[in-house]
C-alpha cells in the first residue's frame, strides 16, 4: 500500500521519513552495507563484520475504547503524519515493553486514561508507510479512570457518537473501526 493511499488526502504533502531500506551503514559495527540475496532476499550485509543487517516492521498499537453511549475515543493528531486528522489513540511499541504494555503506556500518554487492554481485536500491515513498514495490531480497552487530558502526539481527545465520525488519519485504523462496529 502506497504511502498517499494509507494517508488521507488532506496531508497528502506528508514527506516520507527515510525508511530501514535506504540504511547504508551497519548497526553493529557502522561498516558499509550491500545488498546481497541472502535466504532468497535482497539483504543488507556488512562488508567490514559479515553481519546480516536484518529489517523488519516496526509493531505498534491502536486502541479501541467506547463511553457507556458507545462513543469511541479518538485523538486529534498533533504531529505528522496526518497532522490535523483524527485517529485511534495508539503508537509504537518500546523495547521490553509487550503489547499490552504499549496499550496501556500510549493511551495515558494521549488521552490521560489510565485502561486495561482486552483480547487482541485483529491486526494489520502497513508497507512503505510514513515510518516504513509496521505491524498495527487492535486492542479494545477498558477505561479504569483517568480525566480526559489530551499529551503526546494528541492536540484534542475526544468521544465521538459513531454515526458522526470525524475524517480518520489512516485506514489502518479507519478498517479496525468499521469492523470493530459492524
Ligand atoms: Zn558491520
Not at 56 to 81: H, Q, Y
Not at 104 to 111: A, G, I, P, S, Y
Request: overall charge negative; hydrophobic content about 35%.
Amino acid at each position: 500500500m502506497s504511502e498517499s493511499s494509507e494517508i488521507s488526502q488532506s496531508c497528502s504533502s506528508v514527506v516520507r521519513l527515510k525508511s530501514a531500506k535506504d540504511i547504508t551503514h551497519c548497526a553493529f559495527c557502522g561498516g558499509i552495507l550491500r545488498d546481497e540475496n541472502i535466504e532468497g532476499r535482497i539483504r543488507k550485509l556488512c562488508g567490514s563484520c559479515g553481519c546480516v543487517n536484518y529489517q523488519n516492521p516496526i509493531p505498534s498499537i491502536a486502541a479501541i475504547i467506547t463511553d457507556n453511549s458507545g462513543g469511541l475515543l479518538l485523538v486529534k493528531r498533533s504531529v505528522e503524519p496526518g497532522v490535523g486528522l483524527w485517529c485511534l489513540p495508539g503508537g509504537f511499541m518500546e523495547l521490553g515493553e509487550t503489547p499490552e504494555e504499549t496499550v496501556v503506556r500510549e493511551v495515558l500518554e494521549e488521552t490521560g486514561l489510565h485502561v486495561k487492554p482486552g483480547a487482541i481485536f485483529d491486526a494489520c500491515s502497513r508497507i512503505g508507510g510514513y515510518h516504513g513498514d509496521v505491524v498495527i495490531i487492535a486492542y479494545p480497552a477498558e477505561v479504569l479512570d483517568g480525566e480526559l487530558n489530551p499529551g503526546d502526539d494528541a492536540s484534542d481527545v475526544e468521544y465521538f457518537p459513531i454515526d458522526q465520525l470525524p475524517e480518520i488519519a489512516f485506514l489502518s485504523h479507519a478498517r479496525f473501526i468499521d469492523k470493530y462496529f459492524s
